[in-house]
């Protein structure tokens, strides 16, 4: 049997090491599909996507306004008024000098015109048009490829589909492209405590949280999930879960059962059908996390608790999710803000406590607690809007120091 060390600290592995050991000892998918672009969000690109066209194709107008020639136009001459080009419907002549052509914005300028003037700065009278100000050449327009070239690659392979990148693969003409595929992952919850909502409630009895929330962040992710519901604290149970999850997905998730208590079987039944990498970390919340294999398939054992099991997932599971997918994950943004208030910190575990961040009168951002923090109070997790992330060697904050946080909302949970 395995002695357990319930309080020292020495032993901890810091985050970005655990991380990294993780990340290397895992592999992307390399299947890939061809998807048309109505099914591309969030789907990860299979390759670099290279510009068929120029954008713009044409040269085009960014205001409303009159096209002419800079070359031959002198202040207030009167330019005589030809015809009009409008979005979709591009006027067909030349325009001369002396000559103007109305035209809106995103219409073709007229063979003959390099530049255009916004309606405000011009007087028209009848077919007459004239000029107060200077023109100079160019002035107003959009020239071919001023956006993208033919050819250039406008996304690397790797990229995640958000709404931004699917208008702009939508501004390319591209209908369908080939992306990974997506990912199968095994979510369960192992705890004879636990109860799905709907279920009536016995004496010590909770209901599950993690799983549903899980769910909803891994939906979010792209993810195609497999819910195994609820497995009892049965290590028999368990290992049959685990196996058969195996056998299934690309990665398995669960909740509760890692750590020292005496129903806690995720270790042992992990050590029995698959390669273990049993963690404890130097952070807070989060510091029993199991990450291991079985067979080929990445095991991710999260702590119950509620902070635990959501903040571990960003963490750890996240980054390692990207990785499966083939996914170029962006290294997090991380920001300065000052303390409105005082939080305590034991040196030891980098602490990622619950925050709620904003922009201050002076515009410097200041941060409070989201509530509790302990890794209990799940309500302070979901009112929150940043995590700070406060360094394994340092102490309590004081009102008025900077710390160092990381925006939450708006992402995946
Ligand atoms: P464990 O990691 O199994 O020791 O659980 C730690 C704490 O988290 C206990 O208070 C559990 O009741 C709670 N917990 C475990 N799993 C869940 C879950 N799926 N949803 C909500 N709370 C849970
Ligand atoms: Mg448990």
Redesign the pocket.
Known sequence: MTTIDHCNQAGLRPYQDAKQEMLSQLDNVTQTELVGLDQLLNRVLADDILSPIDVPSFANSAMDGYALSASDYAPYTALTLIGESLAGHPFTGRVSSGECVRIMTGAALPLGADSVVMQEECEVTGPSVSVAGRVRAGQNVRFPAQDLAQGETVFGAGTRINARVLAVLSSLGLEQLYVNRPLTVVVL???D??KTPGELLGPGD??????IGLRAMLQRLGVKVLDYG?IK?DPELIRQALVKAASEADAIIS?????V?D??YIKQVLAAVGRIGFWKLAIKPGK?FAFGHINDCPFFGL????VS?AVTFHLLVRPALAKLAGENLAPTVTLQAKALMPFKKTPGRMDFQRGLVSTQSDGSLGVIAAGSQSS?VFSAMAQANCLLHLEQDRGDVAEGELVTLELIDGLYW
């Open positions: 919850s192992t705890g405590e636990l909770i209901y599950d949280s993690n799983r609820i604290d909740s509760g059962g890692v750590s208590g129903a806690d029993p702590p119950g608790n509620p099991a209990g």
